[in-house]
């Protein structure tokens, strides 16, 4: 394992599949597995919607930057799921370039639409006109983000299990797993 990027950052849209890989991959690994907007809701004692409407998104996104700052710094190796919108602050993207290897959950368009048809736990899928329109406007601000991730891992008709799995093989591929 290279030291200096020990941790690994799952990024990608809601709905790819990050809290459900990263409980899997961090037991394959043997490592702790840490959901960001789990622990945000934790400090705050309430929902995402809750935060996003009694405090407003700024002080969602300064919650994710400190959770981020202490899991970047932590000696334990993690395997964290970011939030969605983690990767939009370039102050968060350099922390996870920095102290882990960055890898990029990738779902197609539609079936990202089928997985998150009945959520209502997503308040920024909730703003716009329709949560269709809304995701094609997130995406397209955050497609070019994306290809900055070390690796990329296509998700569409997999399940979580086989998406563990290249995970592995692709970190192990490059020296991050045993
Ligand atoms: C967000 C995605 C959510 C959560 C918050 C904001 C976003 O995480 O962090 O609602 O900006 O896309 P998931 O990707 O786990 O849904």
């Known amino acids: 394992m ?17 809290s459900s890989v990263a409980k899997q991959l961090g037991a394959k690994l043997r490592c702790r597995s840490a959901d960001m907007d789990a622990m945000i809701e934790k400090r705050f004692g ?39 919108g ?14 882990g290897i960055v890898i990029c959950l990738q779902c197609s368009m539609r079936e990202l639409a089928r997985r998150l048809h009945n959520s209502n736990d997503r308040p920024m899928l909730t703003r716009g006109e329709s949560p269709i329109s809304t995701m094609k406007i997130l995406l397209s601000r955050r497609k070019p983000l994306y290809t900055q991730a070390d690796m990329k891992i296509s998700t569409s008709n997999l399940t979580i299990g086989e998406v563990t799995s290249r995970v592995v093989a692709q970190l192990r591929k490059c020296g991050y797993a045993d």
């Open 46 to 84: 309430m929902s995402i919607p809750e935060i996003f409407e009694r405090y407003g998104e700024r002080a969602f996104r300064d919650a994710e930057t400190t959770i981020l700052k202490i899991i970047s710094r932590s000696r334990t190796r993690s395997v964290v799921a970011t939030g969605g």
């Open 2 to 18: 290279k030291p200096e990027r020990k941790h690994i950052y799952l990024i990608g849209f809601s709905g790819s599949g990050k």
């Open 86 to 99: 983690c990767i939009e602050k370039s102050v968060n993207r350099r922390m996870m370039q920095k102290s």
